[in-house]
């Protein structure tokens, strides 16, 4: 998620769950060619199992995007074709593209090329369609069209994007959430893997739906929640977590952030990722007042965050 999902998010995912495979933000094929490589691609081995999420619509440059990543330890290179923004739209690509079934075929299959066979796997983020498409009509062809160009691996945001007339908030709630709909795509094609996402806010749920899909995905119920990975490993993975509580994975990111305090960043751009934390249990506001009154200010460190949990009663048990 754009401006969410960055690597010091990451790293303070993993002190949460060593198994989940997380993403990185959307970052342009232009802007793999024409700018900072190294910079836009930062990571850690740490965050593995990891993936790049790429945005384009030129098959060239896709080509050349993957050509440059592909060696860089990623497990997978994800080409969104949901993003609804008017900036993605702009450039044609994210859900713009699924106006266009053949130059998403041109684009995955220079993709593949670059990838090779030893390369990362090349996945499709999609939506069930746009705007005034009937997405019973054209979702399975559009399916099919991935699957024809050895697209195997699609996550589904199980709405339509209306790209006309509703903000990126608003198309991330407004469009029904229509379930049935994937279910049926992994029924007509049940070689491929299909993991859906929309709407999925609690571990129960995620559950469920392996029953009918391959996988999910979650976005802002892990990010703003951050707990919710806490019991990621167990359910899932049965494995178990690299910690135990919220307060112990905290402690477990700290070198992390003094790592990065001492390289001149802002404590502000580590602590926006932890306010969600603590969530629904006593001291909770004051903890994320703490957090975002005091992060901001100069000089400031770990002790900001000290003085937070300080908030939190028992906290070593939470």
């Known amino acids: 998620m754009m401006e969410w999902t960055d690597r010091h998010w990451r790293m303070f995912a993993r002190t949460l769950t060593q198994k989940a495979l997380l993403y990185t933000e959307m970052v342009t094929a232009q802007a793999l060619i024409h700018g900072n490589l190294e910079r836009l691609t930062a990571h850690s081995p740490a965050e593995y199992p990891l993936a790049l999420q790429l945005g384009?619509?030129?098959?060239?440059?896709?080509?050349?995007?993957?050509?440059?990543?592909?060696?860089?330890?990623?497990?997978?290179?994800?080409?969104?074709?949901?993003?609804?923004?008017?900036?993605?739209?702009?450039?044609?690509?994210?859900?713009?593209?699924?106006?266009?079934?053949?130059?998403?075929?041109?684009?995955?299959?220079?993709?593949?090329?670059?990838?090779?066979?030893?390369?990362?796997?090349?996945?499709?983020?999609?939506?069930?369609?746009?705007?005034?498409?009937?997405?019973?009509?054209?979702?399975?062809?559009?399916?099919?069209?991935?699957?024809?160009?050895?697209?195997?691996?699609?996550?589904?945001?199980?709405?339509?994007?209306?790209?006309?007339?509703?903000?990126?908030?608003?198309?991330?709630?407004?469009?029904?959430?229509?379930?049935?709909?994937?279910?049926?795509?992994?029924?007509?094609?049940?070689?491929?893997e299909i993991v859906l996402n929309g709407g999925l806010t609690s571990l129960g749920q995620c559950l469920e739906q392996l029953t009918r899909v391959d996988g999910v995905m979650v976005g802002r119920a892990a990010y703003q929640t951050p707990q919710l990975l806490l019991s990621v490993d167990r359910e899932f993975f049965q494995s178990e977590p690299p910690n135990q509580t919220a307060y112990e994975a905290l402690l477990a990111y700290r070198p992390y952030v003094e790592s990065i305090l001492a390289e001149?960043?802002?404590?502000?751009?580590?602590?926006?990722?932890?306010?969600?934390?603590?969530h629904q249990v006593p001291g909770a506001r004051q903890y994320r007042r703490i957090l975002s009154e005091r992060a901001h200010l100069p000089d400031a460190d770990w002790a900001v965050v000290e003085d937070a949990l300080a908030a939190i009663p028992n906290v070593e048990t939470v």
């Open 56 to 192: 384009g619509s030129n098959p060239d440059e896709l080509f050349a995007a993957t050509n440059l990543v592909k060696h860089l330890g990623f497990d997978e290179i994800n080409l969104n074709l949901g993003c609804p923004s008017d900036r993605v739209q702009a450039g044609c690509f994210g859900a713009a593209l699924m106006a266009d079934p053949n130059r998403v075929s041109e684009c995955f299959q220079a993709m593949l090329n670059a990838a090779g066979t030893k390369g990362p796997k090349i996945t499709a983020k999609i939506r069930l369609g746009i705007d005034e498409q009937i997405p019973e009509d054209t979702l399975p062809e559009f399916i099919n069209v991935l699957n024809s160009s050895n697209i195997k691996h699609v996550i589904i945001h199980a709405r339509k994007a209306i790209l006309g007339g509703l903000s990126p908030k608003q198309n991330r709630d407004i469009p029904p959430l229509n379930y049935e709909l994937v279910y049926l795509m992994k029924t007509q094609f049940p070689k491929m």
């Open 264 to 278: 001149g960043f802002p404590l502000k751009h580590l602590t926006r990722h932890l306010v969600g934390l603590y």
